[in-house]
């Protein structure tokens, strides 16, 4: 009878050891979440101990301690450094605690899974978030955001355009960092070689750039242009340089398009004409086609630009101007770029607030915090005073020697808002099929973009 | 609770003790297996965000709406395709390499048995990537046929929708014939040398002693490795996610990679009719195993 005992009491112990396995681990980490990445993964619930209800990291801060996540040690984590330095001016007790995610998916991944889970308490008070996702998550999980309308901040003051992703159903959740505005930078020498200068290729048509890319590539091997075929941005920022969307009052809106059907034949007759070159996926396009200087001509967002730069034998010879468009005006676009959201799991909202409209949103520590975000990550501001600062007037050496930062800035004031949607990133997919199948299998524009409007109105339910 | 335990027969003891050591094991499956795969059930006759979702009506209009979604229509075909054409060369090759690798005279056969396992030591995300590399615009395969001057000028081998299918068989067979060598390799050992010695004194060709002994006595393993290997290629996920990311133009897509793109890919979190699609995998897998035990089953 005792052995039976024993033997009860020791297969419980094993049960109840083995479920415990999982919880004690994530208590471990909960209590060293002072550690930048023990606390992305104590993400799990806090244990009973724990006084407050609110994971780790949140829960265990300062009052004056704000966490932040962001994912590019070279990009928008020196901005969010330079907010801190900048607004322990105001509060020197102030810390911010940022913790790096490995990619921008990470954090949506995050938010998707406190909103399954139906707890917010996991993440962060502050999250840096893609732009052209941001809809769709406010839709998905209204209860994760916080509304930041009375937030000190003078809205005029930024590009009306970055505004419209970050205003939902008109209201203020975000606060943007940098600036999409798309920029098509030239290789002035390869240009020359092919008997152009950058003026014939700004405020061009479509059809006579195409001739002139046709040109460059017979006379020097290298493409005007090129974009990933994959993941392809192009036709959504030629749109918008014609001040055209995709949708239209919430639907797609390919084939009564008739923008949209010019640039389907604008792009497949640059590929013919070896002026674009699509690539096979990202890093084929940043790696070997900009990196492995294979092209005369990169257009994108001015994100872009450290990618450019990483070729140092070629500095100097680059410069900056706007896209070309269907009817030959000075086209503007933007593509991508990221604002800083606060999150249901903030408790100090008024604290996070006053941060951000001190710094990026405009206040008195903007200047400071704009100029060191692009000193030290190469960070464009959409903040329209940002460019009167110094620093954004100085020339830049590899630009042979152009203020390319105050012209993104201006450029980006010029930037239309067109509609966007929930379905930005499918429809993206979608209309890299219809392009690749337009180009490889000569398949007929109009009936693809049919094919592609139908399946977003079926992944949309219309 | 003394006097009632005591007055167990000694077979009721047994029972009894049996079933406490089943306990922990049993809980833990069904809790960790058993209990999501009803959530997943649930979930899959429900609609709207992750944070709020709403009961579909109908019901079951996720797994309605999956027979009007032409991508997924077209997942389902590629994956057939990779199930038709890669697991029959897969497993011919392995059965073949096997064979020759139990071959006793062979010399240095460790090391060629452990060349032909080498790749499946590799992890599946690595493996995709090696295979990007190779067949990138400016890889090494390009490299190779430019210099030969086989070609003028470069083949985009991931960016055309042929070539990448083929390119994703081939990283698959690479991939898993190592894998499937070993079950037959293990098989092969319980084949008696008696048998074929018999099969020699009677005069049978080499292509007859493998065809009328060595194949119908691997059937057993030929059959798990068969079910194997629909199941693996149903579920296939890393190589279409990691080596083509399912184009160019979806045409490398894979099932259970649509199920993540429309659970975590492009941020649109339809999990229930994610959750509907599993099923729909969850469901053939059934079929096609319950096909093959019966065309596989010896007892009749």
Not at chain 2, 192 to 203: L, M, R, T
Request: with cysteine.
């Amino acid at each position: 009878m005792k052995k039976k005992l024993l033997t009860m009491v020791l297969a419980g112990a094993m049960a109840v050891s083995m479920m415990a396995g999982c919880g004690s681990s994530s208590s471990g980490s909960d209590s060293s979440s002072s550690d930048a990445t023990a606390s992305t993964d104590a993400s799990a619930s806090s244990d009973s101990s724990d006084s407050s209800t609110a994971s780790a990291n949140v829960a265990s801060e300062g009052d004056k301690e704000l966490s932040v996540y962001a994912w590019d040690e070279n990009f928008n984590i020196p901005a969010l450094k330079a907010a801190e330095a900048a607004y322990q001016k105001k509060d020197p007790d102030f810390k911010l605690n940022i913790i790096t995610q490995g990619q921008s998916s990470d954090v949506e991944d995050a938010v998707t899974l406190a909103g399954s889970a139906g707890d917010y308490s996991t993440l962060p008070d502050i999250v840096l978030f893609q732009d052209h996702y941001i809809n769709q998550y406010v839709t998905n999980y209204p209860d994760a955001w916080v509304s930041v309308d009375d937030a000190n901040v003078n809205w005029d003051d930024f590009s009306q355009e970055k505004l419209s992703y970050s205003t939902i159903s008109g209201t203020h959740y975000g606060f943007p960092v940098d600036n999409g505005t798309a920029i098509f930078a030239y290789r002035t020498d390869l240009l020359e070689q092919a008997g152009y200068t950058i003026d014939d290729v700004t405020g061009v048509t479509w059809e006579k750039w195409i001739q002139i890319g046709k040109d460059v590539y017979d006379k020097t091997g290298k493409y005007l242009m090129a974009m990933d075929g994959d993941g392809n941005d192009l036709p959504y920022m030629m749109l918008q340089a014609e001040g055209v969307s995709q949708f239209k009052d919430g639907k797609p809106n390919f084939v009564n398009n008739e923008a949209m059907v010019q640039i389907m034949g604008v792009i497949r007759d640059a590929v013919q004409n070896n002026a674009l070159l699509l690539c096979t996926d990202w890093s084929d396009y940043t790696d070997k086609a900009i990196q492995g200087d294979q092209v005369a001509g990169v257009m994108n967002g001015n994100w872009i630009i450290p990618t450019i730069e990483q070729v140092a034998e070629n500095s100097g010879k680059w410069e900056i101007t706007t896209m070309p468009t269907l009817s030959g005006a000075e086209g503007y676009a933007a593509n991508g770029g990221s604002s800083l959201y606060i999150t249901a799991a903030c408790q100090k909202t008024d604290l996070a607030k006053d941060f951000l409209a001190y710094t990026f949103g405009g206040g008195d520590g903007a200047q400071e915090t704009y100029d060191n975000a692009l000193t030290n990550g190469g960070v464009i501001s959409t903040w329209a005073k940002a460019a009167d600062s110094d620093v954004y007037q100085q020339g830049v050496a590899y630009f042979n020697n152009q203020p390319i930062y105050a012209k993104i800035v201006e450029m980006g004031t010029h930037v239309s808002p067109v509609e966007q949607s929930d379905y930005h990133y499918p429809t993206r997919t979608d209309i890299a099929t219809a392009i690749h199948n337009v180009i490889d299998n000569g398949a007929d524009i109009t009936a693809e973009l049919q094919t592609a409007e139908d399946d977003i109105n079926f992944q949309m339910g219309n | 609770m003394k006097k009632s335990s005591r007055g167990l027969t000694l077979q009721a003891k047994q029972k009894a003790a049996g079933w406490v050591f089943l306990t922990p094991a049993t809980a833990l499956i069904c809790i960790m297996s058993f209990w999501p795969i009803i959530q997943a059930f649930i979930m899959s006759m429900k609609t709207g965000s992750s944070a709020n979702m709403k009961w579909n009506s109908p019901l079951f209009n996720n797994y309605a709406r999956m027979w009007q979604d032409k991508i997924f229509m077209k997942t389902v075909g590629n994956t057939f395709l990779y199930l038709i054409i890669q697991v029959p060369i897969m497993l011919i090759l392995a059965i073949l390499l096997a064979q020759l690798l139990n071959n006793k005279d062979l010399k240095f056969r460790g090391l060629f048995r452990t060349m032909v396992f080498l790749p499946c030591a590799t992890s599946l995300v690595s493996y995709s990537l090696i295979f990007k590399s190779l067949f990138a615009r400016d890889g090494l395969v390009n490299a190779i046929l430019l210099k030969l001057g086989i070609v003028s000028n470069y083949v985009d081998f991931l960016g055309n929708e042929t070539w990448a299918k083929v390119i994703l068989i081939i990283a698959l067979i690479w991939r898993w014939t190592g894998y499937n060598m070993v079950f037959y390799l293990a098989g092969l050992q319980n084949i008696e040398y008696s048998v074929y010695e018999a099969a020699k004194i009677d005069g049978a060709s080499g292509w007859k002693t493998f065809w009328h002994i060595t194949v119908p006595l691997l059937r057993p393993t030929i059959v798990m490795t068969f079910i194997m290997s629909i199941n693996g290629t149903l579920q296939l996920f890393d190589e279409s996610m990691n080596l083509t990311k399912g184009g160019p133009a979806n045409s490398t897509m894979t099932m259970s990679h649509y199920i993540y793109n429309n659970s975590f890919g492009q941020g649109v979190a339809n999990f229930g009719y994610a959750s509907a699609l599993s099923f729909f995998i969850f469901i053939l897998v059934a079929i096609l195993a319950f096909i093959n035990l019966k065309v596989g089953d010896t007892r009749d």
